[in-house]
């Protein structure tokens, strides 16, 4: 186990700026108009392929209802016939993805604080589920600090998770109710990624968003051997929902803003799990594009590829670059929304530019409260309202 001050920063991730001003991000090129259409050439990936049009012929398809569900996920191997159905109030439930009842897979209510930000926010499976049965959880304990906790699948049919198996990798001491982060993700190099919160309060009260030797407002790779932690992403504010694209290795985090702004960011593979410097988002020193703390520095501080204002909308929704092939108007494109709005959106992925052809999908979900993929690349919606929600190719009329 871990606390707050076992941590390994990659090298040279926050070297010092030459000056009293922090290293200035590039603004962002302007993103084309919501909504505009791109011709058939320019709607390709990086590598040329082509990619959805993002013209929507998708609907929504329910999966069932449960009570503030937060997360879905599925194992690896081991379980397809199943996805995992996270609430807030500390329940996963084991759900038929062909409809049936759910059944209870793990409750940890009596661990949690839940409400606002807080709660079971996520379950990760380890890649080897099937031989393992080793899962993990990220919540708020009842003391309000993050925990990240293996679980080990019990031999019952049908299976649970066993309680009495609990072993803690990291805890993480906080100082105020929000900004938890809470997704636990395995990425492409096999390793465990938990995204961080900058503490809470507002304005980076602790400035720890910029500070190497804190494990808040980060992306940290965690050693599920022994729990020790290191920064593979810094200068977050409360990436809620963060995913890898399942074809490139690539890194797309939804970070919710302060004052002004939502923001989407992105790494390419590489410089996720390299041997080079974190990537640094800004936070503090900036929101979003713009100068925010002008006592915080950001060396090398990589613009956003997508940022929106406020208007109507609240916090950003992290999504998924689509790889379902049944989904042909989003293939290749980063689906993401607003928790207020609720409105569905897409444009190309392409780490490390602005977002191209961004537009809405036609569909909503109110207080949308996640996303989740399974180990076929379907794509699952949640609202915290209760309702879970596949996106499926809509019927022919």
Same mark, same amino acid.
């Given at each position: 186990?871990?606390?707050?001050?076992?941590?390994?920063?990659?090298?040279?991730?926050?070297?010092?700026? *030459?000056?009293?001003?922090?290293?200035?991000?590039?603004?962002?090129?302007?993103?084309?108009?919501?909504?505009?259409?791109?011709?058939?050439?320019?709607?390709?990936?990086?590598?040329?392929?082509?990619?959805?049009?993002?013209? %929507?012929?998708?609907?929504?398809?329910?999966?069932?209802?449960?009570?503030?569900?937060?997360?879905?996920?599925?194992?690896?191997?081991?379980?397809? +016939?199943?996805?995992?159905?996270?609430?807030?109030?500390?329940?996963?439930?084991?759900?038929?993805?062909?409809?049936?009842?759910?059944?209870?897979?793990?409750?940890?209510?009596?661990?949690?604080?839940?409400?606002?930000?807080?709660?079971?926010?996520?379950?990760?499976?380890?890649?080897?589920?099937?031989?393992? +049965?080793?899962?993990?959880?990220?919540?708020?304990?009842?003391?309000?600090?993050?925990?990240?906790?293996?679980?080990?699948?019990?031999?019952?049919?049908?299976?649970?998770?066993?309680?009495?198996?609990?072993?803690?990798?990291?805890?993480?001491?906080?100082?105020?109710?929000?900004?938890?982060?809470?997704?636990?993700?395995?990425?492409?190099?096999?390793?465990? &990624?938990?995204?961080?919160?900058?503490?809470? +309060?507002?304005?980076?009260?602790?400035?720890?968003?910029?500070?190497?030797?804190?494990?808040?407002?980060?992306?940290?790779?965690?050693?599920?051997?022994? %729990?020790?932690?290191?920064?593979?992403?810094?200068?977050?504010?409360?990436?809620?929902?963060?995913?890898?694209?399942?074809?490139?290795?690539?890194?797309?985090?939804?970070?919710?803003?302060?004052?002004?702004?939502?923001?989407?960011?992105?790494?390419?593979?590489?410089?996720?799990?390299?041997?080079?410097?974190?990537?640094?988002?800004?936070?503090?020193?900036?929101?979003?594009?713009?100068?925010?703390?002008?006592?915080?520095?950001?060396?090398?501080?990589?613009?956003?590829?997508?940022?929106? %204002?406020?208007?109507?909308?609240?916090?950003?929704?992290?999504?998924?670059?689509?790889?379902?092939?049944?989904?042909?108007?989003? &293939?290749?494109?980063?689906?993401?929304?607003?928790?207020?709005?609720?409105?569905?959106?897409?444009?190309?992925?392409?780490? %490390? *530019?602005?977002?191209?052809?961004?537009?809405?999908?036609?569909?909503?979900?109110?207080?949308?409260?996640?996303?989740?993929?399974?180990?076929?690349?379907?794509?699952?919606?949640?609202?915290?309202? +209760?309702?879970?929600?596949?996106?499926?190719?809509?019927?022919?009329?």
């Amino acid at each position: 186990m871990v606390t707050a001050t076992a941590l390994v920063v990659a090298a040279a991730a926050t070297g010092c700026g *030459g000056s009293d001003d922090p290293t200035t991000p590039t603004t962002p090129s302007e993103s084309p108009d919501r909504g505009a259409a791109e011709s058939g050439e320019d709607r390709r990936d990086r590598q040329g392929a082509p990619v959805g049009d993002g013209s %929507g012929d998708v609907q929504l398809t329910e999966l069932g209802d449960f009570e503030q569900p937060l997360h879905v996920a599925q194992p690896a191997d081991g379980d397809d +016939g199943h996805v995992y159905v996270v609430e807030q109030c500390g329940r996963i439930h084991r759900v038929p993805v062909t409809g049936g009842e759910p059944e209870l897979f793990l409750d940890l209510a009596e661990l949690i604080v839940c409400g606002g930000e807080q709660g079971l926010l996520s379950v990760a499976f380890d890649p080897d589920y099937a031989a393992s +049965g080793l899962l993990y959880v990220y919540y708020t304990d009842t003391d309000g600090d993050e925990r990240i906790v293996e679980y080990r699948r019990s031999p019952s049919m049908p299976p649970v998770a066993d309680p009495q198996s609990a072993r803690e990798l990291v805890r993480i001491e906080d100082f105020a109710s929000n900004h938890n982060g809470g997704l636990l993700l395995f990425g492409p190099d096999g390793h465990l &990624y938990a995204g961080t919160g900058d503490g809470g +309060g507002a304005g980076d009260p602790e400035r720890t968003a910029q500070d190497p030797d804190s494990p808040l407002g980060k992306l940290l790779r965690v050693d599920t051997d022994d %729990g020790d932690t290191e920064v593979a992403a810094l200068g977050l504010r409360n990436p809620w929902r963060f995913s890898f694209d399942r074809e490139t290795g690539d890194l797309w985090i939804g970070d919710v803003g302060q004052d002004e702004l939502e923001e989407i960011d992105s790494a390419t593979r590489a410089q996720i799990t390299g041997n080079g410097p974190a990537p640094n988002f800004g936070w503090s020193a900036f929101e979003g594009s713009h100068r925010y703390n002008r006592d915080q520095r950001a060396p090398g501080a990589r613009p956003p590829t997508l940022e929106y %204002g406020l208007d109507g909308r609240c916090s950003v929704t992290g999504g998924y670059v689509v790889r379902d092939r049944e989904l042909e108007s989003l &293939y290749g494109r980063y689906v993401y929304g607003d928790y207020c709005e609720g409105e569905l959106r897409s444009f190309i992925a392409e780490p %490390g *530019g602005a977002a191209r052809d961004d537009r809405a999908l036609g569909l909503r979900i109110p207080s949308l409260s996640s996303f989740g993929e399974d180990a076929a690349g379907h794509l699952y919606a949640t609202s915290l309202e +209760g309702p879970v929600y596949r996106l499926t190719p809509a019927r022919s009329r």
